[in-house]
């Protein structure tokens, strides 16, 4: 290692707090910092070049080189480098970004607002439903629902709806959050019981949950069309069919949280239509600017926003907004971003290696090691067991995951652990080579780590 490269360690050593880090892998693997990118290769300050697997965090999904986007930002810094949206203001790129979305939208939306991330468009959303209820003299419809293993943020409120263990520790999700089952059948079908069945058992329990709780204490259900942090969770191709009736039931609004599969991340535009979800709010983010910029979305119906609007001229505004929310660079490199993905060539190439990808993955569901491989577009899991046949997993003492994870970046490839199992989401320009050559990769980590394995839990 040269000393360069030994000084930014050090240096990032002593100076820099890492959130959303294993420690233990940290000490023993040492952080990865990154020089430059090439497409969909980042190079780090010692010269390892990785192919980027999860495309950053599902967001850099032009790759780490495109000059049509910053060259969209220095035009745009040259124009008019930044603004607010308060008091009635605005800018040019962040009207026509909005125009934008509503046209591309899954679903008829009728209006938008920005943030600057999918934590901030989950919590004004929330804060949204609130202001609403309670100008229609319904204060007491606070409870939101959403599921176990989601993954709505990390703000607070954004926490709250996170349906994973860590928040306990925060003392959330507190007393307004209704979890409820995570779609997942592999994992939660009882024994002979089929995918319909199996979302038919998930609306029933709503049913009885949104009963037991009271209707009239329902703010809203968050939902991602597939669920990305929870581990790549695809629901039955039934279930938003069969638990919207539920929701409508109760004129309970329903979120669709893209922000990881918005824009082609499932090989369709949106999560939305791969999932037949029929949402009154959709939230975007990731994807939407290639993560060249921090942005984030909340594009409400016509119904929402008639609400909403009402609302608003009770309170007289709705106090709400970021300072930085709509930031004219960001919606000007947002435009280029979705140009690029919807006219470029790029979603079809995400369809067309989308292929590839998925079948690749699921041959490797045969690996002794490997209980599912899931997965949907250019996202996906495999998910791995002790025993495939009670579909056991390994001890946490294992850490399986890490260790698939650093025999891949062993070998030039970046790929995530998540608990027990790792996911994949490869940048959107990835050609098949590329895919081939991440799969090849993962097999052969996944013998290495299979042998290691076998000899410590034998
Ligand atoms: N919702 C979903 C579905 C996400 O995957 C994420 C981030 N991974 C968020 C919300 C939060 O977005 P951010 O990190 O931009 O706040």
Redesign the pocket.
């Given at each position: 290692m040269n000393i360069a490269a030994q000084s930014w360690e050090r240096r990032e050593a002593t100076s820099f707090f890492h959130t959303f880090t294993d420690l233990p892998s940290l000490k023993t693997d040492g952080p990865v910092i990154i020089d430059h990118g090439e497409g969909p290769y980042i190079i780090d300050t010692v010269g390892r070049r990785y192919f980027e697997g999860n495309s950053g965090?599902?967001n850099m999904t032009l790759g780490f080189s495109e000059r049509r986007l910053s060259d969209a930002a220095l035009k745009q810094y040259q124009e008019f480098p930044g603004y607010h949206t308060f008091f009635g203001r605005n800018s040019k790129p962040t009207v026509e970004l909005a125009e934008r979305m509503l046209k591309l939208a899954p679903a008829p939306m009728s209006r938008v607002f920005f943030t600057n991330?999918?934590?901030?468009?989950?919590e004004s959303i929330v804060k949204l439903l609130w202001m609403m209820w309670a100008a229609e003299g319904r204060p007491e419809r606070r409870k939101l629902l959403t599921r176990k293993n989601a993954?709505?943020?990390?703000?607070v409120m954004?926490s709250a709806l996170t349906g994973k263990d860590y928040v306990k520790a925060f003392g959330l999700p507190g007393p307004e959050i209704v979890t409820l089952d995570c779609p997942h059948a592999w994992r939660f079908a009882l024994p002979g019981e089929g995918d319909d069945e199996f979302a038919a058992r998930l609306a029933a329990n709503l049913e009885t949950r949104i009963l037991q709780e009271g209707p009239e204490t329902i703010a809203g259900m968050f939902a991602?069309p597939v669920m990305?942090?929870g581990g790549v969770i695809v629901p039955p191709a039934t279930y938003f069919a069969k638990i919207q009736p539920v929701l409508q039931r109760y004129g309970i609004p329903l979120i669709a949280?893209e922000?990881?599969c918005g824009f082609g991340r499932t090989g369709s535009l949106w999560g939305t239509l791969a999932v037949g979800q029929q949402p009154d709010i959709i939230?975007a983010?990731?994807s939407m600017s290639a993560g060249y910029f921090?942005m984030?979305a909340v594009m409400l119906s016509a119904d929402i926003d008639k609400r909403a609007t009402a609302a608003s001229e009770v309170w007289e505004e709705f106090p709400h907004g970021f300072t930085t929310g709509g930031h004219p660079v960001g919606c000007a490199i947002s435009l280029e971003a979705i140009r690029i993905i919807t006219e470029e060539g790029v979603f079809e190439n995400v369809k067309s290696v989308s292929e590839t990808f998925q079948s690749g993955l699921r041959a490797l569901a045969d690996h002794p090691m490997i209980g599912e491989a899931r997965g949907m577009g250019l996202m996906g899991a495999l998910e791995t067991v002790a025993d495939k046949k009670t579909k056991q997993s390994f001890s946490g003492d294992l850490r399986i995951g890490e260790r698939i994870s650093k025999e891949a970046r062993d070998r030039g490839f970046i790929i995530r652990p998540l608990g027990s199992s790792v996911v994949l989401a490869p940048p959107f320009i990835s050609t098949h080579g590329q895919i081939e050559e991440l799969l090849a990769v993962l097999k052969e980590v996944l013998d290495v780590v299979y042998g290691t394995v076998k000899g410590e839990v034998a």
């Open positions: 965090l599902w991330s999918g934590s901030e468009a989950n993954y709505h943020g990390a703000t954004a991602e990305g942090a949280d922000v990881i939230v983010s990731k921090p984030g």
